[in-house]
Nanobody
Framework: QVQLVESGGGLVQAGGSLRLSCAAS????????MGWFRQAPEKEREFVTS????????LYADSVKGRFTISRDNVKNSVYLQMNNLKPEDTAVYYC??????????????WGQGTQVTVSS
């Protein structure tokens, strides 16, 4: 079982940037696709982005394409989400997740506790 701990959330003005980190423990993440999801108040959790085991393939939701960048460091057993040009609609709790396929968001089934991102207008 992989344990995931997210950090780096906070309050930022629209147009600003944040970098989220996800530290994994228990198992190496090099055997897994990794992803980020988010859940806004009173909304379903939604896919944001994913990255393959090697980091060579990525997938982004249309709503964040061109603004967010996912990366991973298998040596540090960590995953990152660089978020630029943030918008108020990006406000949500962001979750790191472990999955089996970068191309299949439904394959992600192990989650961290989340970190809050709030974007003010």
């Amino acid at each position: 079982q992989v344990q995931l701990v997210e950090s780096g959330g906070g309050l930022v003005q629209a147009g600003g940037s944040l970098r989220l980190s996800c530290a994994a423990s228990g198992r190496t993440i090099r055997n897994y696709a990794m992803g980020w999801f988010r859940q806004a108040p009173e909304k379903e959790r939604e896919f944001v982005t994913s990255i393959s085991r090697s980091g060579t393939s990525t997938l982004y939701a249309d709503s964040v394409k061109g603004r967010f960048t996912i990366s991973r460091d298998n040596v540090k057993n960590s995953v990152y989400l660089q978020m630029n040009n943030l918008k108020p609609e990006d406000t949500a709790v962001y979750y790191c997740a472990v999955g089996s396929s970068v191309a299949d968001p439904s394959s992600f089934n192990s989650w961290g506790q989340g970190t809050q991102v709030t974007v003010s207008s």
